[in-house]
């Protein structure tokens, strides 16, 4: 099967290829296209994809709540599957009031909603364990049926001190996204 994983940055790219070399020999062909960061360079990108049986946007995310609360599976690195997306706090034209995208479930990871905003998210009244990402409902309205979305937890929202968002994620490991893309 070919397999187009969608990386919004090239250091998650990066960690896309070490999980893949951990993995080798894979089921799948696969291709990487980082698309860069945003709604807008997410639709570029999904409007000049090559041939591909399946898609995945794969990406860090920030998850709502405090390690110290959050269940195991919800931990810095561990990966999960946006199966509803919406947007929130944009003011724009495109998509502007849209409407909450659901779909099912392609793997067997954690599945959660996603915020998809331009703003930076201060509110506190978001659920806990909610995911908060810039492309996700973009990708929800232009994918395929077969297409999801798999987000690895980077950070914990609100940020109780400043942080170094990329010192953070140098510890993280995509194998297991990886896994579940090759179970697919």
């Not at 290829?17 to 296209?33: N, R, W």
Request: glycine share 4%; with cysteine; hydrophobic share 45%.
């Amino acid at each position: 099967m070919k397999v187009t994983i969608l990386t919004p940055m090239e250091v998650e790219k990066e960690k896309v290829l070490t999980a893949l070399e951990v993995l080798k020999p894979t089921k799948h062909e696969y291709t990487i296209v980082v698309t860069g960061i945003g709604r807008e360079h997410m639709a570029k990108a999904m409007m000049n994809l090559m041939e591909r049986d399946v898609t995945v946007l794969m990406g860090f995310t920030a998850v709502v709540g405090q390690a110290q609360v959050l269940p195991e599976s919800l931990q810095l690195g561990m990966p999960v599957e946006i199966t509803a997306s919406l947007l929130y706090g944009y003011e724009g034209q495109l998509f502007e009031n849209g409407s909450i995208k659901v779909e099912r479930s392609k793997t067997n990871l954690p599945c959660l909603l996603s915020l998809t905003s331009d703003k930076f998210v201060k509110t506190t009244d978001i659920t806990i364990g909610t995911m908060v990402n810039m492309e996700d409902y973009t990708f929800m309205h232009l994918k395929e049926e077969q297409d999801f979305i798999i987000r690895i937890v980077s950070d914990f929202l609100p940020h109780l001190k400043p942080i170094d968002f990329f010192k953070e994620i140098e510890v993280i490991d995509f194998t297991k996204a990886l896994e579940a893309i090759e179970n697919y």
